[in-house]
């Protein structure tokens, strides 16, 4: 298997490039009828190529949400695998937001269909939860560090249920979501210019100067726009650690399509404001 530049060093150079601004890909029915598409394979195939074509050639990321395309079985997966390959051809990294969780061999199955480089799903990094124990997603650091690609690991989400997990107290004192930083931190240790194993850190939390969030990694952070957070939050919320970190926009940027050249003013508006905030961070 070939292997590929680290995906830390991708993603950084990609960043610096086109800004660090991740668009999402969230076909659910709603925003579907939004776009005055029908709830069918036919209508998720012209969302997705409709947001490819206008933002793959001017973000840094691009997460498509697997769900949204497994609900139509085969044929919707068929659909998830094209968009992910037009939107790395336009230069985008691709972020399966799929959130995969096992111990073992399933585990390890999960890591090949989304980190083995010949995979047809083959992303650039894949969102993992790891709360059957850190250890339990060995086999998809492994494969991601054999292929070059990234893991971002649940650790503080924005959803309101996430805390009786993340904010859970071991018996060393130190919380559940803390550890899984702590963990991050060790798995990038030595990696220049940014590490491969980023943590999803919730844009709408407030003030997180309690965490330890130099993980010498990249932080993807959802909330902005729909879920009530701004760019000009990031450098209160992320402080020294802004510069990694990987503001996500979902329904924000796509409620203005299906106009290809509204989604691309909506794109460049939220850039500029991301922009703004950290060179005044």
């Known amino acids: 298997m070939t292997v ?6 991708r993603l950084r150079r990609a960043m610096d490039e086109r800004g660090p601004l991740c668009v999402g890909i969230d076909p659910h029915a709603s925003l579907l009828a939004e776009w005055g598409l029908n709830d069918d394979v036919a209508g ?10 206008a933002v793959a050639d001017r973000v840094a990321v691009l997460k498509p949400q697997s769900a949204f395309f497994e609900r139509f ?12 390959q037009e939107a790395r051809a336009a230069g985008a990294l691709v972020v399966m937001d799929a959130k995969r969780g096992d111990i073992g061999s399933t585990m390890a199955a999960y890591a090949e269909s989304f980190l083995h480089k010949d995979a047809p799903l083959f992303s650039d990094a894949l969102t993992v939860s790891p709360y059957l124990g850190y250890g339990s997603l060995k086999p998809a650091v492994d494969l991601a560090r054999e292929s070059g690609a990234g893991l971002f690991v649940l650790a503080l989400t924005s959803n309101q249920e996430g805390g009786e997990v993340q904010h859970a107290v071991r018996e060393d ?27 999803v850190v919730g844009a709408t939390l407030g003030d997180l100067s309690s965490y330890d969030l130099g993980i010498n990694g990249p932080l993807l952070a959802p909330g902005i726009g729909a879920q009530g957070a701004t760019p000009a939050d990031l450098p209160r ?12 926009v979902s329904r924000g940027v796509l409620l203005h399509g299906p106009d290809v050249a509204a989604l691309r003013t909506a ?15």
């Open 4 to 9: 590929m530049e680290a995906f830390g060093a």
């Open 44 to 53: 998720l195939e012209r969302f997705s190529r409709t947001v490819v074509e």
């Open 73 to 84: 079985g085969s044929r919707g997966v068929a659909v998830l695998e094209k968009s992910v």
């Open 173 to 199: 004192g130190r919380n559940v979501g803390a550890t899984m930083l702590a963990h991050l931190a060790a798995e990038n240790a030595g990696e220049e210019p940014l590490g491969s194993f980023g943590a």
């Open 237 to 248: 919320v992320f402080g020294a650690a802004v510069r990694n970190v990987v503001p996500n």
């Open 267 to 281: 794109v460049d508006g939220f850039a500029a404001e991301i922009r703004t905030a950290l060179s005044v961070s």
